[in-house]
């Protein structure tokens, strides 16, 4: 994610520099490359400012974070020489308390969140797929609006750059709204191996979702954001149109990765608990995704044994 | 299941009246292969009595029930033109409720149950790979005991016929104390697509089926069957031994074809329900697998979109 939405800006002649993980070497030898629905485009080497140690790296003035949730153990040691004074921290990461953390660590000042509604699948080192979406609803963390100047300039420098980017009035109201949808889908997903379309083909599977829903916006009306109902309704209506979706765990889940667990199902609970809203069906969820995400390695060990 | 225990019986002798389906033709060909971790054996086509019709056989001394549950609105047409005065009929049939139909069909006079303990795969049309277990512990329907003299001259039958064979006092202990592994097995198994030792790698993963056990257990003694508490040690701890083994009902899932669901999870739910037991773990995994279970022919429907 972190990949597509910095090659978008370095296209439009920001000046980006990329901390890359495993995908360095690859793009220090042949660029970055973007097969986007929205047309292919390849920075080439020398124009991809890519480091693999942020200690090689400038202080920024604006940090995107995207590191997957489950790393968030190294966001300390990643982000700390990367910081001056004004320094903004814009975190795109998936799920609930990445605000928490980055402000915990470095102050709420700094910190902004984004929700990306994005397709994107890595296809191999250096070159990134862009199937759909793309827009990003941001806003600031601190202050009695979401929505402050820096917002603004940031959500003006990526749709300035191919970037479909929104304003959030409240941002928590947006974490909370994608949760609706990310919980039951990404949980369901990751727990029983099935995409979008299966879970919602059937009664079954429906009621199931809006139950999970419904228990989303209790725990989220429960600290002050407001989710109305029908928020249900609409999110099931419109998912059948994304086809039979895999979501980001499902996909963990089958190329045994460590799945975004704490991130998209624990810490709504936590907050659900912390509060005392009923939500059973997330208890529940959480406890069988934890279970799947637990001891993955041994996937593969099967033997043709059938006990009847 | 039926072939494989039929092909034991007339190895030793017995006079078997095989009703095949999707497999006749080609075990009028080729006849039955058992692959047997006992000794492979094959009953060329001339001893094998095969029929793809029920009108077509004589009415049997003793009949073997062996049909998936999923098929069990057709036991009528298939079990009525097998019968005689005195005809027994022994279903060897998954999980619970069978013997109940048949007696409501046939008169219970007729019926005896059994539990096969066994690893099973038809590998090929008229082909079995026997590869563990085999052991059948069976009695009567009705009585004060299920230990009966016919009961126990089957018993005998198989004894001789290379099937270990046990006779149950009680053939609805022997029914629950399945159910309470079957439960937790199949039922997670289908659900979550994981074998059993994937389940039981973790804590998360031990204490959801001991939770299920002791559901299953409450069931059974809210009904008068007393099977005592420690069972969940018991069975939790012999598990390991058989390795990462795929239920039959996850095989079923991967295969594509209907899961067992109503015998294995619906009906001790349903009696869990009459007799006012609490049982939310055994509410939700139903649900779960209902859910995988039900439009099963969209599974491979996938797209290469993710959504994050």
Redesign the interface.
């Known amino acids: 994610?972190g990949g597509y939405y910095g090659a978008r800006l370095a296209q439009h002649g920001a000046d980006v520099h990329f901390l890359f993980r495993s995908d360095y070497s690859a793009v220090r030898s042949k660029g970055l490359v973007v097969q986007s629905h929205d047309g292919d485009f390849t920075l080439p080497p020398e124009r991809v400012r890519a480091y693999d140690d942020p200690q090689k790296m400038p202080a920024v003035d604006l940090l995107i974070v995207a590191l997957k949730t489950t790393s968030n153990d190294q966001l300390a040691s990643l982000v700390s020489p990367l910081l001056k004074p004004g320094t903004m921290i814009l975190t795109l990461q998936?799920g609930l308390g990445n605000e928490e953390l980055l402000a915990d660590q470095f102050g709420a000042e700094r910190v902004l969140g984004g929700l990306?509604?994005?397709?994107?699948?890595r296809i191999a080192p250096g070159v990134i797929?862009h199937?759909?979406?793309g827009l990003i609803r941001l806003g600031d963390f601190t202050g009695p609006t979401s929505s402050t100047p820096r917002a603004r300039a940031i959500s003006d420098l990526f749709n300035a750059s191919g970037i479909r980017c929104e304003v959030l009035d409240d941002l928590r109201y947006g974490r909370w709204e994608k949760l609706v949808w990310n919980v039951p889908f990404n949980g369901?997903g990751a727990?029983?191996?099935?995409?979008t379309?299966?879970?919602l083909?059937?009664e079954?599977?429906r009621r199931?979702v809006a139950q999970l829903m419904g228990e989303v916006i209790a725990t989220a009306q429960a600290i002050g954001v407001a989710l109305p109902g029908s928020v249900i309704r609409n999110q099931i209506e419109r998912t059948p149109t994304?086809?039979?979706?895999?979501?980001?765990m499902q996909?963990d889940r089958q190329e045994n990765r460590p799945m975004e667990v704490e991130a998209i199902l624990g810490r709504p609970l936590g907050v659900a608990r912390s509060m005392g809203v009923s939500t059973?069906a997330l208890e529940?969820l959480y406890?069988?995704v934890?279970?799947?995400n637990?001891?993955k390695a041994?996937?593969g060990?099967?033997?043709?044994?059938?006990?009847?």
């Open positions: 994610m998936n990306a509604f994005v397709c994107i699948n797929r199937t759909d979406h369901l727990a029983l191996d099935l995409p379309g299966r879970i083909a059937t079954d599977g199931l994304m086809g039979d979706y895999r979501t980001s996909i059973p529940w406890r069988l934890r279970l799947v637990s001891g041994n996937i060990l099967r033997n043709e044994k059938i006990l009847h």
